[in-house]
């Protein structure tokens, strides 16, 4: 397929090849990874930056604020703008708020530009309805949950990448690096990617004011979007205070936490079998089970002492299932909601995407707080109790 074919509403049979869903899935786990290089470099980067230890989380806030804006605003463009040239667009904004990150010497022009980052990597959540377009119905779970693959490897491998990165060269290198791939990327993007320019007839702020209505009106989006909220919490909830655990329990230094977080990466497997089972109408269970594996993950840490070899295997069986739950319902979800129109498609996954990104924002405050007032036993408590929430309301359905 090239660039210069143009996709409409009813895609055939060989709309989407395996070699385009290759690029697409590898363009997620790029982009992706820009929200997360910094998450583990706030000590080095703070210290560079003249920030203090009471401002530094400000280095990821901004980032999330740039996406979950994104999200909001840029996502939904998607049902009005061709395709192609947004989705390149998006990205060269990516490359150069990355490249402003890496000169940056001092603390504003730097969370300027993590602002700026976040506001990029909403690309990604462009590409993925854009592959559910070119999917056929029969095999769109499949073609969503294999592109979301690459999405989940990128969230996973960019914390302990940039954490190597930094402890080999800087964490400056780190950005610069990311702002190369992301200029490669947009050129090849650029000439792979067929067009799709969306039917919709609507201006831009007709567009924005269309999305309060869609969530009355869309009870499937309301329900997916909180189930995954419910995972999502947990999800970030764990990976915010696993790392302190594993330091104060274990002794890990960052190295070795590093090490300990591509644990999470076998979670990616779980992308592409939940597509296929949504695919064969095996939702719901499968819902059920991503559920379970979620709070299964978090009472399994509670065997052994902390600091014993037991409770360390134990926080890796709880990594790996935490994110088979968190990323085969992530998935569950796409299937669900693409199904129910091309028209507004991109709109539906800005909605769905921002609530539960807000949940996941909320998980992670809460967990640092937690660990500090209680230690693991109160974090791990409450990262059980929110998927415990979404199977009662799964009962519900």
């Known amino acids: 397929m090239t660039m210069n074919a143009t996709i409409e509403t009813a895609p055939g049979p060989d709309a989407v090849s395996q070699r385009l869903t290759f690029v697409l899935a590898a363009a997620c786990g790029m982009i992706a990874a820009n929200i997360y290089y910094a998450q583990p470099l706030i000590a080095p980067i703070s210290a560079a930056l003249g920030l203090s230890h009471a401002a530094a989380g400000l280095i990821v806030t901004m980032t999330q604020i740039g996406y979950g804006t994104g999200l909001l605003l840029i996502v939904p463009l998607g049902d009005l703008v061709e395709n192609r040239i ?12 990355l490249l402003a990150a890496a000169f940056a010497t001092h603390a504003l022009p730097f969370l300027i530009a ?97 999305m309060p209505h869609l969530v009355r009106a869309t009870p499937l989006l309301r329900r997916r979007a909180l189930y995954q909220a419910s995972l999502f919490g947990c999800f970030t909830l764990f990976w915010t205070v696993a790392p302190l655990q594993l330091a104060d329990a274990f002794g890990f230094t960052q190295r070795g936490i590093a090490l300990f977080a591509l644990a999470g990466v076998a979670g990616v497997f779980a992308a592409p079998i939940a597509g296929r089972l949504a695919d064969r109408g095996h939702s719901r269970i499968a819902t059920l089970v991503a559920m379970l594996l979620a709070a299964g993950g978090f009472l399994v840490t509670y065997l052994g002492a902390p600091g014993s070899m037991l409770n360390l295997v134990c926080l890796v069986a709880a990594a790996i299932a935490i994110d088979v ?43 640092a707080w937690a660990f500090a007032q209680g230690g693991w036993t109160l974090a791990s408590a409450i990262g059980l109790a929110l998927p415990v929430i979404g199977l009662l309301y799964a009962a519900t359905e």
Not at 150 to 164: E, T, Y
Not at 179 to 200: E, F, Q
Not at 338 to 367: D, I, K, P, Q, W
């Open 86 to 97: 947004l989705i390149c667009s998006v990205i060269t904004l990516g490359a150069a708020a």
């Open 114 to 210: 993590a602002l700026f980052i976040g506001l990029g990597s909403v690309a990604v959540q462009i590409i993925i309805p854009y592959a559910a377009h070119l999917a056929p119905e029969a095999i769109r779970g499949r073609v969503v949950g294999n592109v979301s693959t690459g999405l989940m490897l990128g969230i996973m491998l960019a914390r302990p990448v940039s954490s190597f990165v930094t402890a080999a060269l800087s964490w400056h290198a780190v950005f610069f690096a990311s702002a190369a791939l992301m200029i490669v990327l947009t050129a090849v993007l650029w000439m792979s990617l067929p067009n799709r320019k969306p039917v919709t007839r609507m201006h831009y702020g007709e567009l924005l004011l269309s």
């Open 325 to 367: 739950g968190v990323q085969g319902n992530v998935v569950l979800g796409f299937r669900a909601i693409f199904a129910l129109g091309h028209e507004h498609r991109s709109r539906l996954n800005g909605l769905y995407m921002a609530t539960f990104f807000a949940a996941g924002a909320a998980g992670s405050a809460v967990g």
